[in-house]
């Protein structure tokens, strides 16, 4: 729980899918089915604008009666998005992701974005953390450790 963000990050890398404001949402969901995921950063001349997710197609398109065609990520995307640093430790990211209702949040330092993490990202981590936690308490008590 004390982990930093950053060597999540360097786990995980720090490739991110981004699209820009001006284009369409059609063109945000077909990049978030591509790649199999639920969000995809909005920058705009290396700046990050906004987030566009899952959430936003199902309250902001569907729910509206907008067509996704026509209407730009500009329109429908979360535009005040929080972001994390990357010396958060994973509990107060676990805290964010449950405060604000997210499931999303770049890393950002100095104004720069760093890459992205999302809660299945702290909930893999915390699974292979605590797989690894139960190995060495397996081996421990089997006697595999000297004393």
Do not use: F, Y
């Given at each position: 729980?004390?982990?930093?963000?950053?060597?999540?990050l360097s786990r995980k890398g720090s490739a991110v899918q981004a699209v820009a404001?001006?284009?369409t949402v059609a063109d945000?969901?077909?990049?978030?089915?591509e790649k199999k995921i639920g969000s995809v950063l909005v920058v705009e001349g290396g700046r990050l604008c906004g987030i566009f997710t899952e959430r936003d197609v199902l309250s902001r398109v569907v729910a509206a009666?907008?067509?996704p065609r026509t209407t730009r990520v500009s329109a429908v995307m979360t535009a005040r998005l929080e972001t994390i640093a990357p010396d958060?430790?994973?509990?107060?990211?676990?805290?964010?992701f449950t405060n604000k209702r997210c499931r999303h949040l770049p890393v950002v330092c100095d104004g720069e974005l760093l890459g992205l993490i999302s809660i299945g990202d702290v909930s893999r981590?915390?699974?292979?953390?605590?797989r690894a936690e139960v190995e060495h308490l397996r081996q421990y008590i089997a006697g595999g450790y000297p004393t």
């Open positions: 729980m004390n982990t930093p963000v950053a060597v999540l404001p001006s284009d945000a969901v077909r990049v978030m089915n009666g907008i067509d958060m430790t994973l509990g107060e990211v676990m805290g964010l981590w915390l699974a292979d953390t605590h």
